[in-house]
């Protein structure tokens, strides 16, 4: 339920672009009460704009109808699923990769 109104108002307001790459808010969900909190993961999570956090908390208290609890907005980093992989390649694909370096440097 959360999700919808997460990419209801990044259409609304894109993310900017942090550090010259582009902000991407992937999901949302419920992390507790007391205070209420809510945990957005991203592929960035501690350059995001201050402005753009408190459009998002804004956003969120509108829409939930939270207007006298406190809420708490966590930006989590996303875990890469290819960081540490090595791509090895078959000796096929070794030799078509010398074939064709040696067009480059003609």
Same mark, same amino acid.
């Given at each position: 339920m959360t999700n919808k109104y997460?990419? /209801?108002?990044?259409?609304? +307001?894109?993310?900017? +672009? *942090?550090?010259?790459?582009?902000? /991407?808010?992937? &999901? *949302?969900?419920f992390g507790g009460t007391q205070p209420t909190t809510l945990i957005i993961h991203s592929n960035q999570d501690k350059k995001?704009?201050?402005? &753009? /956090?408190? &459009?998002?908390? !804004? +956003?969120?208290?509108?829409e939930l109808g939270l207007k006298s609890i406190q809420l708490r907005i966590?930006?989590? /980093? +996303?875990?890469?699923?290819?960081?540490?992989? *090595? !791509?090895?390649?078959?000796?096929?694909q070794i030799k078509k990769k010398k074939r064709l370096m040696k067009h480059v440097k003609k």
């Amino acid at each position: 339920m959360t999700n919808k109104y997460l990419y /209801k108002f990044i259409e609304r +307001s894109a993310p900017p +672009s *942090v550090g010259g790459r582009q902000l /991407k808010l992937r &999901y *949302v969900h419920f992390g507790g009460t007391q205070p209420t909190t809510l945990i957005i993961h991203s592929n960035q999570d501690k350059k995001i704009p201050a402005n &753009y /956090k408190r &459009y998002l908390e !804004n +956003s969120f208290r509108e829409e939930l109808g939270l207007k006298s609890i406190q809420l708490r907005i966590i930006f989590r /980093k +996303s875990d890469n699923p290819f960081e540490g992989k *090595v !791509n090895k390649l078959t000796d096929r694909q070794i030799k078509k990769k010398k074939r064709l370096m040696k067009h480059v440097k003609k």
